[in-house]
């Protein structure tokens, strides 16, 4: 089992554009991933969920973060799903699939529900240092909301970039709309400073712990 904040591990994989190493194929190339399981191909859940990846490929792409599926199936069974989904729904997956039939890394990864024989719905978002940055498991009912992924693969960029903190249902919180929250004072100085920078109008607060900005 791995958490947050660890390095993804290196393993080789098989997928639908070929074999290769995991995270090095992305950070070579100075990009971010997002694994995604699926329970299996030919399933109705997993079929609406690839088709809503591929329509919002292009915006994971823009955010540098590149999409990649993971279940315990064949390439050929990939291959075949993939093409049924454009012969069929008219869109055409660009994203690889890892094929892992033994499911070596799916249990790596904790993927497998101690329940079941395939793997969950789970999400790894992986940055462009191959360190995980956050986990999502949905169970195989439930199909996931890849608008909410590509929330978070934002808020963790703008986290990277700006070293702030992302609410609620950001940009659209109902306390603080679009703003972004300030690491907590954790210091008698730095409680000063939050309040000289309140003063000057540069952040507001509704406390010392509490304070927020505009995203600059
Ligand atoms: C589905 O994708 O439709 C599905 C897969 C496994 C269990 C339940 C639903």
């Known amino acids: 089992m791995v958490v947050i904040g660890e390095k993804f591990p290196e393993v080789e994989v098989k997928t639908t554009d070929g074999v290769v190493k995991l995270p090095d194929y992305f950070v070579e190339k100075g990009k971010w ?29 823009k955010l540098g973060a590149e999409p990649i599926g993971l279940s315990i199936d064949q390439v050929f069974s990939h291959l075949k799903w993939i093409e049924w989904i454009k012969e069929n729904l008219g869109v055409e997956i660009t994203f690889p699939v890892i094929a892992d039939d ?11 529900p101690s329940t ?22 949905y169970p195989a009912e439930v199909g996931r909301d890849w608008d909410e992924i590509l929330r978070l693969v934002k808020a963790l960029k703008i986290n990277t970039e700006k070293k702030v903190a992302l609410p609620h249902k950001w940009p659209n919180n109902e306390l603080i709309g679009d703003g972004v929250i300030l690491p ?13 920078q309140k003063v000057k109008g540069e952040i507001e607060c509704y406390d010392w712990w509490f304070c927020y900005k505009k995203l600059e």
């Open 102 to 112: 033994r499911g070596t890394l799916a249990e790596k990864l904790g993927m497998i």
């Open 116 to 137: 079941s024989t395939q793997t969950a719905r789970a999400v790894f978002v992986v940055d462009n240092k191959g360190i995980i940055r956050a986990i999502v498991y």
């Open 184 to 196: 907590p004072a954790g210091t008698t100085e730095q409680i000063k400073k939050r309040e000289e």
């Open 33 to 61: 991933f997002v694994l995604f399981s699926h329970p299996a191909d030919f399933t109705p859940v997993c079929t609406t969920e690839f088709y809503g990846m591929q329509k919002r490929v292009e915006e994971f792409r």
